[in-house]
């Protein structure tokens, strides 16, 4: 299937190497370029020309090496473009300005072309909701047993204390449990789901039920570690994504570093069963969590942690 | 409490914070009653470790009396004297169960961070920025200590806090680079780094059995202790040829490890390759400036060990690969383990095998923390080591 976020980048990429395309020749022939867009009879024109070349290798650079929602300057500079070329127009006649009409006429098109790999970066910006299913991965090795660590997974109502998505899950005793998520405010994602999959010490798997807010689904494996000491888990989580409302209210769930994420779950996974507990620090105090990766706290105890002792 | 923070490149200060809580059962808040400002604080200070923020409370050097304990800490008690470890380290992962404190898997709430940088995670560290965990350093009143159970070190004979605090880094950390080198009976070690790391350093390789030592620095008093009181032959190399030297002293073959107690700001003389780490640095484009290290691998002898004991952060340039290879050399390397060394080491101390306290030139209190900083990093008043006192 294709996927429009990768055909974004690789329109983002291919302005990147056309932005040093237009650049190249704007620096080392700047009278030929003069001489096309009709303004060779210009004192001005070479050290505006040169300008607008070393912009395009800005460009370049920045559409190759950085994000494609770099394409926003090349808009940008198309508008001075535009109104450099507009205002050459002013004052030139004859075939002069049958050569500048030709060269803003480019450049329109340019902008148009700019403006629509824009728009569609922008549209995933906010486009998280975007059709297709969502696949999670990670793994991690915990020193505890398959046994331990399927027992501790396997009672579902744990869940919630290292998967930071999960508000609570409860069971009913039937391999049925009810599930709710951290959503923001206000509103409440659940689903009800139930064991697909169950043997103990090896693998667990669900699926929600019908009628859930998301449809989702998961497997967890357990397997000795090759020294035999230790567990190495490995998770799959799978969501249906069918776009619109659903698709966002995922996005929210996960974040921007979904993968991350679940990483981070699995580690969250491993202190409970290795240590006791989460490990805390005086910058991440609820643990580990990538959301809060970079808004974290100063390194110093903070107020509501505070104690006394003096 | 009273706490020292950074607050930009070369500026801290000593602020009130609000006093540390237990967070876990398995805490403690220790009042911290003897502090030191380690060498590597100085790359937090210079602003060369990355992810340190206005406010973070640095120092890992630290020791104190227990006041407040977790439900599950059971093997001490309020009272108590310990020397709290560097490296934090929960005692139940595959890394600690295989007495490799420093890489413990589950100390860093930032590991994620880390893994970016690094591809795996080392352990959280006590003040040592937040891509390693962002703890609360010990240069302050109190410091909570995770995983109490497990770092601290009882101290209950009546050895002064001076010959002991530096179990939590600096003694071990020294022992460590002179341990990982497998010294055998006639061998030749050179120290790069005359401060408390390569001080303690040299003195370990002798205990561990080295015919001969050499210590490498530029700082007159730092080399006149390591030749005082370690018993070693100096090498000053903005007076001689550090490479030739050796060279000379070991007829040829160069010495049989070498320890790197220097990091990512080693001076050098103003040769182009300073300028171009330096640049690189500065324009955050390499993170290190690594000319000692790359001199202790072009003098090691071929198959020799490379100890590296001083602290890099990220990416080097122009390392010498093609030496390391083509002589079969080894490198060893690694925050210290800690909780591996500080028991015997504290034996050694208790035995007067080892003495610490010659390193240290000043004592003062927390609140006089700042010029401590500035008197280490400047090298002035003949300044080894600062002992703080809250």
Redesign the interface.
């Given at each position: 299937m294709d996927n429009p976020e990768r055909t974004t980048d690789r329109l983002a990429r291919f302005l990147g190497v056309a932005s040093a395309g237009l650049g190249v020749p704007m620096l080392w022939k700047t009278d030929e370029v003069a001489e096309a867009a009709g303004v060779d009879d210009s004192r001005m024109a070479p050290a505006v020309i040169q300008a607008v070349g070393t912009r395009e290798l800005v460009h370049a650079a920045l559409l190759l090496l950085g994000p494609s929602r770099s394409v926003w300057t090349r808009v940008v500079g198309d508008a001075g473009d535009l109104a450099v070329l507009t205002r050459a127009l002013q004052n030139r006649t004859g075939a002069r300005r049958s050569r500048t009409q030709a060269a803003t006429l480019a450049v329109l098109g340019i902008t148009a072309f700019d403006l629509y790999v824009a728009t569609r970066t922008l549209r995933r910006q906010h486009g998280k909701g975007r059709p297709g299913p969502l696949e999670l991965h990670a793994s991690a090795?915990v020193?505890r047993s398959p046994q331990e660590s399927y027992a501790y997974w396997r009672d579902f109502e744990n869940l919630p204390s290292f998967m930071l998505h999960l508000r609570s899950v409860t069971q009913d005793g039937n391999g049925r449990s009810r599930w709710e998520a951290n959503a923001p405010i206000r509103r409440k994602v659940k689903w009800d789901a139930e064991i697909t999959g169950d043997e103990p010490g090896r693998r667990i798997s669900w699926k929600s039920l019908p009628g859930a807010d998301i449809d989702n689904s998961g497997t967890v494996h357990f397997a000795p570690a090759p020294d035999g000491?230790?567990t190495e888990v490995r998770v799959h989580l799978h969501y249906d994504v069918p776009g619109g409302r659903v698709g966002r209210m995922v996005a929210k769930l996960w974040g921007e570093e979904p993968e991350?994420q679940v990483?981070?779950d699995l580690?969250r996974f491993?202190?409970v069963l290795?240590?006791?507990?989460?490990?805390?620090?005086?910058?991440?105090?609820q643990?580990?969590?990538?959301r809060h990766?970079f808004l974290?706290?100063?390194?110093?105890?903070?107020?509501h942690?505070?104690?006394?002792?003096? | 409490?009273r706490?020292l923070?950074w607050e930009a490149p070369t500026k801290v200060g000593v602020h009130e914070?609000?006093?540390?809580?237990?967070?876990?059962?398995?805490d403690a808040?220790v009042?911290v009653t003897s502090t030191a400002i380690c060498g590597s604080d100085l790359h937090l200070y210079d602003g060369y470790i990355p992810s340190v923020?206005?406010?973070?409370?640095l120092g890992h050097e630290f020791m104190g009396e227990v006041?407040?304990l977790g439900a599950?800490v059971t093997n001490l008690a309020v009272g108590d004297r310990v020397v709290v470890p560097f490296p934090i380290a929960?005692g139940?992962?595959?890394a600690c169960?295989r007495d490799m404190w420093s890489l413990c898997?589950?100390?860093?709430?930032?590991?994620?961070?880390a893994e970016k940088v690094m591809g795996h995670s080392p352990c959280?560290i006590f003040?040592y920025s937040?891509m390693l965990?962002?703890?609360?350093?010990g240069q302050a009143e109190?410091v909570?200590v995770?995983?109490a159970d497990v770092g601290p070190l009882k101290i209950e004979d009546d050895l002064t806090d001076d010959q002991v605090l530096f179990l939590s880094d600096i003694l071990p950390t020294g022992y460590m680079g002179a341990d990982l080198c497998g010294i055998e009976p006639g061998d030749v070690v050179a120290v790069w780094g005359a401060g408390p790391v390569g001080q303690f350093a040299v003195a370990s390789a002798y205990l561990l059995g080295a015919s001969k030592v050499i210590a490498i620095d530029r700082v007159p008093e730092r080399l006149r202790m390591a030749e005082e009181k370690g018993g070693a032959q100096t090498l000053n190399y903005e007076e001689t040829s550090v490479l030739e030297e050796l060279r000379e002293i070991t007829a040829g073959r160069g010495p049989d490890h070498c320890i790197e107690a220097v990091g990512m700001e080693a001076h050098s003389d103003i040769t182009p390759v300073e300028v171009y780490d330096k640049a690189k640095q500065l324009t955050k484009s390499q993170t290190e400036r690594p000319q000692a290290l790359r001199e202790a691998i072009l003098a090691c002898a071929n198959g020799g060990t490379v100890s590296i004991m001083g602290v890099y952060g990220g990416f080097a340039d122009k390392f010498p690969i093609g030496s390391v290879m083509n002589r079969s050399l080894t490198i060893k390397t690694g925050q210290c383990h800690v909780h591996r060394y500080m028991r015997p080491l504290l034996e050694r101390i208790r035995k007067g095998e080892i003495d610490p306290t010659y390193i240290i030139s000043h004592h003062m209190s927390l609140d006089e923390a700042p010029r401590g900083y500035d008197l280490f990093k400047h090298k002035q008043d003949q300044c080894t080591k600062v002992v703080l006192q809250p």
């Open positions: 090795t020193n000491e230790g991350q990483r981070d580690r491993k202190q290795e240590t006791g507990d989460l490990v805390r620090s005086d910058a991440l105090p643990g580990t969590d990538a990766q974290q706290r100063t390194a110093k105890p903070n107020k942690h505070g104690g006394g002792h003096r | 409490m706490a923070c914070v609000p006093d540390p809580k237990i967070l876990s059962s398995r808040i009042r923020f206005p406010g973070d409370i006041v407040e599950d929960c139940a992962c595959r169960k898997e589950n100390s860093n709430p930032n590991a994620g961070q959280g003040g937040h965990g962002g703890y609360q350093g109190y909570r995770p995983f």
